[in-house]
């Protein structure tokens, strides 16, 4: 099962928050954000920036991320968003992340 939900409560904020569990195999994972539009003057409809948590779980084995993301940036064919923080594993390995992503639109 998986679940997107985002909303904008205010004018100027968005909650941008994905969902997602396993029975199979118990993976599960979840992604908290609260981004604020920012830069109206320059991109138009602006773009959101903010912070971000994420989580990745299953059998044995434990994911963690702290970041800030942006998302929002449109052409006329693509719609961008990338977030960069710092990971820590159940392993206790540390590490940067970065993720970029790119949607088509039509």
Do not use: C
């Not at 100027?12 to 118990?26: C, G, H």
């Not at 044995?60 to 993301?69: I, K, N, V």
């Not at 594993?89 to 088509?104: A, F, K």
């Amino acid at each position: 099962m998986a679940a997107e939900f985002w909303t904008e409560p205010m004018a100027n904020t968005m909650l941008p928050d994905e969902l997602s569990l396993s029975i199979v195999a118990t993976n599960s994972t979840v992604r908290l954000a609260i981004d604020w539009r920012v830069l109206e003057d320059i991109f138009g409809d602006g773009i959101y920036v903010g912070p971000e948590v994420q989580y990745f779980g299953s059998d044995g084995y434990r994911h963690t991320r702290f970041g800030a993301h942006l998302a929002g940036l449109k052409t006329d064919t693509y719609e961008w968003s990338a977030a960069a923080g710092w990971a820590r594993d159940s392993e206790r390995q540390s590490s940067p992340y970065v993720r970029l992503n790119v949607m088509t639109r039509r």
